[in-house]
């Protein structure tokens, strides 16, 4: 109505100022601006353009979200069939309702290179735009944020005043959590409030807010399950996620190199899901790196891509199954082998 009604006063100003040669010219240029100031004023105020343009918290979501999001794990994601059936259900189900009791908290677990902080720039790239750059996700670094373990207190009180002031501004704020098992134990316990059953805490909500933890902990574990299901001539798509769930969070829970050692947050059940990332096999390392390539714009040369794969050292020493860096160092070995 009011880009309407702003299109009708342009309409109707030369009758009402009369003829244009009585109507001083910079008068009526800014009759003229005020009008069309007036139907933009009207098309920015409505809140989905107006996010179109600026960065914005809305109260739900796009549906496309979900969509994204499958759509990302399905291309980008190899060997991982747990982590893209359990995070798509997690988060889908969790956007899609709109009286949720708590926030949404994942724990992320398995080794380095297996696409822990992948997975994690995905949800986050499916909700906001900008991704991990969006002003309304929040990442955090143990070694990096919580470096001495003689500054918990202080971490804590901090950790805590920078939750609660975001998520006043943005009740659909993302927390990213990495290094978790080199935090310092009883640290994230102070987030214990913001994850549990509460309507309001001190006038802010915090239902609608995403929780996300990354953790080499309990990898160990995760390998173990895998190890035994190939031994037993299984395929590992066979793995469900009831075969280790349990198994991870009691590993994760009583492991004191862990940040979640004996934490309340598994104690009092407030972890929704622990996702684990099974140990990449060859085939999916080739697959990483058949990826990388295209996305750089070159064809790829099977014979580089053999000899990339095959330069990768895989575990255990006898068997040879798993890649202990996983895809992580795919990206320095393409430079070396490709003039980019």
């Known amino acids: 109505m009011k880009v309407v009604g702003a299109a009708l006063a342009l309409a109707l100003l030369p009758p009402l100022l009369g003829p244009a040669s009585a109507v001083e010219p910079i008068s009526l240029g800014l009759a003229i601006a005020g009008a069309a100031a007036s139907a933009l004023t009207g098309i920015i105020s409505y809140p989905r353009l107006y996010c179109y343009f600026r960065e914005c918290c809305l109260p739900s979501l796009d549906q496309r979200a979900a969509a994204a999001l499958q759509g990302s794990l399905d291309q980008r994601l190899f060997g991982q069939h747990l982590v893209s059936k359990v995070v798509v259900k997690a988060v889908k189900g969790f956007l899609n309702n709109s009286n949720s009791k708590k926030p949404l908290a994942l724990s992320l677990h398995g080794w380095t290179g297996t696409g822990k902080n992948f997975v994690s720039r995905i949800i986050a790239e499916s909700i906001y735009k900008r991704g991990l750059q969006s002003k309304y996700v929040h990442q955090f670094v143990a070694t990096l944020h919580f470096p001495h373990a003689d500054s918990i207190n202080i971490y804590k009180d901090q950790l805590q005043s920078w939750i609660r002031g975001n998520v006043s501004i943005c009740p659909r704020s993302l927390f990213i959590f990495d290094e978790m098992d080199k935090m310092h134990a009883g640290l994230i316990d102070s987030i214990k409030p913001f994850l549990d059953y509460y309507e309001v805490l001190d006038g802010v909500s915090y239902r609608q807010a995403i929780f996300i ?128």
């Open 213 to 340: 933890f990354l953790s080499n902990a309990g990898a160990e574990k995760i390998t173990e399950v895998a190890l035994d299901f190939w031994r037993s001539g299984k395929r590992r798509e066979d793995i469900l996620l009831t075969d280790m769930q349990n198994a991870l969070s009691v590993s994760v829970f009583n492991n004191k190199n862990s940040g979640f050692w004996h934490s309340t947050l598994i104690d009092k059940n407030l972890i929704d899901y622990f996702v684990p990332f099974l140990p990449l096999e060859y085939r999916h390392v080739k697959m990483c790196i058949r990826v990388e390539i295209q996305s750089r714009g070159y064809d790829v040369d099977e014979e580089i891509l053999t000899r990339i794969a095959d330069e990768m050292t895989y575990f255990p020493r006898e068997e040879r199954i798993y890649s202990d860096k996983g895809c992580k160092t795919v990206d320095a070995k393409l430079d070396y082998y490709y003039d980019f």
